[in-house]
């Protein structure tokens, strides 16, 4: 499937490993220059040597929890390209959380702090640039744990239904300025952040039971939807999220 994204500036927020290396790999292939931002600086060079394409990759390392890194990361965008194409909002993390009658305060603040509020001090940061520019996609990743409540994962549930609102809100204040607001949201994918389930057999033949397609996503089949999304094919779709789940939420 081809994306023609040649010369698009796109930043990939989470881009180390897993689903946002992917992402970051296939924007590089339709021709954009990546930005890639995650916190470990090792982790990022790491990600640098299998894409290979140093030219057109730029590693930003940044903890989108914390609003300085984030200023300093659209400092050093705006510096160096004067603009922003895409924005792909891929950083999430999860902890086992107790239900919310037993949970820790400081838990559910780690949790909502990344993935919700993190999310929004980089799409801030975005859709000011993007508006003042007046063109921009921009593609977050949610889950279906932000659209049915999953036992242990509640926090990050909530924090995923918050990026998915965020998407219509921020697609409704930006649409006259020509950009695109969109989200996909994925069931399990192998990646790192979801091992500890399919690497249990048990776990993983119980999740796969619950998917009519019978298997549980590769990262591609991520991937290909959010560069649709972040492409032209996606013209007059705004406030959207794509459910990618192997048709797990229509039964
Ligand atoms: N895998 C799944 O089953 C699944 C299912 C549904 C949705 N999702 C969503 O898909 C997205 C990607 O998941 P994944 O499985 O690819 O995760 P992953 O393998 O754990 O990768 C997470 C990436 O985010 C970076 N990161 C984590 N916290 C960060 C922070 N505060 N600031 C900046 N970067 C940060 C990590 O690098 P550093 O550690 O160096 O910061 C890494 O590059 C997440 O939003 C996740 O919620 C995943």
Same mark, same amino acid.
């Given at each position: 499937m081809n994306f023609d994204l040649k010369d698009k500036t796109a930043l990939v927020t989470g881009g180390s490993r897993g689903i946002g290396l992917e992402i970051a790999r296939s924007l590089l292939k339709e021709g954009a220059k990546v930005i890639l931002c995650s916190r470990k600086k090792e982790g990022l060079e790491a990600a640098a040597v299998t894409l290979k394409k140093s030219e057109a990759l730029t590693l930003i390392p940044a903890h989108i929890g914390k609003l300085d890194d984030v200023d300093a990361l659209f400092a050093a965008i705006q510096e160096k390209f004067?603009?922003?194409d895409i924005l792909i909002n891929n950083v999430g993390m999860n902890l086992i959380t107790p239900g919310i009658a037993d949970l820790d305060p400081g838990l559910w603040q780690k949790i909502i702090d990344t993935n919700l509020s993190g999310t929004f001090r980089v799409c801030q940061k975005a859709a000011l640039m993007m508006r003042t520019q007046g063109f921009g996609k921009i593609v977050s990743i949610s889950s279906i744990a932000g659209r049915k409540a999953t036992p242990g994962m509640g926090i990050y549930g909530i924090a995923k239904a918050g990026i998915e609102m965020m998407t219509k809100v921020l697609a409704a204040e930006l649409a006259l300025f020509n950009v695109q607001v969109n989200a996909v949201a994925p069931a399990m994918v192998r990646t790192d952040f979801s091992k500890p389930f399919w690497s249990n057999k048990e776990l993983c033949d119980h999740v796969t039971a619950t998917i009519p397609m019978g298997k549980i996503a590769q990262i591609e089949d991520v991937v290909k939807p959010v560069l649709f999304l972040a $492409?032209? &094919? $996606?013209?007059?779709?705004? &406030?959207q999220t794509l459910v990618v789940d192997g048709g797990a939420t229509a039964i």
């Amino acid at each position: 499937m081809n994306f023609d994204l040649k010369d698009k500036t796109a930043l990939v927020t989470g881009g180390s490993r897993g689903i946002g290396l992917e992402i970051a790999r296939s924007l590089l292939k339709e021709g954009a220059k990546v930005i890639l931002c995650s916190r470990k600086k090792e982790g990022l060079e790491a990600a640098a040597v299998t894409l290979k394409k140093s030219e057109a990759l730029t590693l930003i390392p940044a903890h989108i929890g914390k609003l300085d890194d984030v200023d300093a990361l659209f400092a050093a965008i705006q510096e160096k390209f004067d603009h922003l194409d895409i924005l792909i909002n891929n950083v999430g993390m999860n902890l086992i959380t107790p239900g919310i009658a037993d949970l820790d305060p400081g838990l559910w603040q780690k949790i909502i702090d990344t993935n919700l509020s993190g999310t929004f001090r980089v799409c801030q940061k975005a859709a000011l640039m993007m508006r003042t520019q007046g063109f921009g996609k921009i593609v977050s990743i949610s889950s279906i744990a932000g659209r049915k409540a999953t036992p242990g994962m509640g926090i990050y549930g909530i924090a995923k239904a918050g990026i998915e609102m965020m998407t219509k809100v921020l697609a409704a204040e930006l649409a006259l300025f020509n950009v695109q607001v969109n989200a996909v949201a994925p069931a399990m994918v192998r990646t790192d952040f979801s091992k500890p389930f399919w690497s249990n057999k048990e776990l993983c033949d119980h999740v796969t039971a619950t998917i009519p397609m019978g298997k549980i996503a590769q990262i591609e089949d991520v991937v290909k939807p959010v560069l649709f999304l972040a $492409s032209e &094919g $996606s013209s007059y779709i705004t &406030g959207q999220t794509l459910v990618v789940d192997g048709g797990a939420t229509a039964i």
